[in-house]
């Protein structure tokens, strides 16, 4: 099995330099992630790179650096990576990202894998691909994608995907095609709601899933692209309360983190334990709408939230935001990013 880690979870050096030094390589969606993922010494043949939008100077800089493969999301892209291939005299390695027409049962913003998402090839498309990948000069076909989404909270859709991949890998097979990679994506799910009592998601499951669902052909070997599940739970949000407002109909904290820091909640519906570090235990309970100071409506972490009676003053920490907080921060408002502090 061969780990990488999706950048885009948390590009953040230091996380990025102990994924490299646990020997996992990346899942990168941008040539600025794959430059960062070598800069962070995980080595350009352990690089995965997808992507619907991939330039012309991003394919041909990824040959150059001699990432591991392309998983390619569409008929054009393939055209076009064998095209820049050929033409700088290079075989680009790659794979076909395939959309399975899974239902990964996730936000509908998250799900990537169903008919109607803009990711993969289509699996309607696969026969075509395959010849094309094939047959097209400055291609190195190695085998098949697929990832259908995130916060996948059941090994159910995983299942699924197993069994419509072995399906893909025998038509392939039957095309005369060698199938020597087979990528499952990533997406396992992590406990936003009790993070401290179930810190680690269910990698065994996942990987027990994938042992059971899936045919290997010989010389074949299963990857997995985990972002989220790495490193979730690995950091919070340190936010001091500006104001505690009384709405007419609710009751506002106000605190100092804002979508800018945090825009799942705002993007996604996502909801994330919020706890006062300031408020002693034995403090009783009110409900609140904790919010951030950004100038939208959608700036609000909790609605009806309860909390130990709140001041300002106090510290709130917003957990799990290990993943896809800080990595999608904006300066929106023009506010500061935040800082990030390290503990052991
Ligand atoms: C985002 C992404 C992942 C990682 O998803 P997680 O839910 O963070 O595990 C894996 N593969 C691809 C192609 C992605 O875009």
Do not use: W
């Amino acid at each position: 099995m061969h780990v990488h880690y999706a950048l885009k979870a948390n590009p953040d050096a230091r996380i990025v330099a102990e994924v490299a030094k646990a020997g996992f390589g990346a899942d990168c969606v941008s040539i600025g992630e794959v430059r960062h993922a070598i800069d962070c010494d995980i080595p350009a043949n352990r690089c995965v790179y997808s992507g619907v939008g991939k330039t012309d100077p991003e394919i041909i800089e990824a040959i150059n650096l001699g990432i591991e493969c392309f998983n390619v999301e569409s008929l054009e892209e393939l055209h076009i990576i064998s095209h820049l291939a050929s033409h700088i005299g290079k075989i680009a390695p790659i794979a076909l990202r395939i959309n399975p027409h899974i239902d990964a049962h996730t936000h509908h913003y998250i799900t990537t894998g169903l008919a109607e998402n803009k990711f993969g090839i289509d699996i309607t498309l696969f026969d075509q691909a395959i010849r094309m990948a094939t047959t097209l000069p400055g291609l190195h076909f190695r085998g098949i994608h697929c990832h259908i989404g995130s916060q996948i909270l059941t090994n159910e859709p995983y299942a699924l995907l197993c069994s419509r991949i072995n399906e893909l890998v025998a038509r392939a097979q039957q095309a005369g095609a060698t199938i020597e990679y087979i990528n499952v994506g990533g997406g396992i799910g992590v406990d936003y709601e009790q993070p401290a009592s179930n810190p680690i998601a269910d990698f065994q499951g996942f990987f027990d899933t994938l042992r059971q669902g899936l045919i290997l052909p010989t010389g074949a070997h299963i990857h997995c692209e985990l972002g989220r599940s790495i490193v979730a739970q690995c950091g919070s949000i340190l936010s001091r309360v500006i104001y505690v407002k009384e709405g007419l109909e609710r009751r506002f904290v106000i605190i100092d983190a804002g979508m800018n820091n945090l825009i799942r909640p705002a993007l996604y519906q996502a909801t994330h334990r919020i706890d006062n570090l300031s408020a002693p235990s034995s403090t009783p309970t009110a409900h609140y709408d904790i919010v951030g100071p950004v100038c939208e409506s959608a700036d609000t972490f909790a609605e009806n939230y309860p909390l130990p009676r709140t001041r300002r003053g106090d510290i709130l920490a917003i957990r799990s935001a290990g993943a896809y907080a800080a990595s999608m921060a904006s300066l929106y408002n023009l506010r500061c990013p935040a800082d990030v502090i390290y503990t052991e």
